[in-house]
């Protein structure tokens, strides 16, 4: 079953992570940044890919460059943009204490590590699924902040 295009040509869209070359944007390296997660651009055609993705050549005004990105990486982009500030593998510290059932099974301070990323692409809102316990939860990103006294590895790219 296809995706649903979700947009048309002229819309303004936002790309919701960074797209880097996978080695058919010529003159460029495979590997490099093309386009910064939270940029702007106008959709100016719709396509797919192997007969079931959609993919939008999206113009990035502030660049001159024309990229096509695929229907999950694009919201609308009059939705407030909301970048996230994290990484995967990255200590973090909950904000609030955690409960299921009137039961607190985690608490406020506690560190948590930063599994997976989930971004809503009819709100652009984020969640974090954290590991706090041995549980796995879906947070809010205000449920969590950067751990200044982690000493861990940061990589340049999410």
Known sequence: MSESIRFEIGDEVRV???????????????GDLLID??????????????Q????????????DRQIGVRNKEVIDASLPWQPNPFYRTEQVVLTKHLAHQGEVFAHKG???EVIEF?????????KVQVLVDKLWVW??????????AAKAYQPGMQ
Do not use: C, W
């Open 16 to 30: 919701v992570r960074n797209i880097r070359n996978d080695g058919t944007v010529f003159g460029k390296e495979k």
């Open 37 to 50: 997660a939270g940029a702007v651009g106008v959709v100016r055609s719709i396509g797919y890919f192997l």
């Open 52 to 63: 079931d993705q959609v993919i939008y050549q999206v113009y990035f005004p502030t660049l």
């Open 110 to 112: 506690q560190q948590a």
């Open 118 to 126: 989930d971004r809503d692409l009819t709100t652009g809102k984020v």
């Open 139 to 148: 947070l809010d990103l205000s449920a969590i902040r950067k751990d200044e």
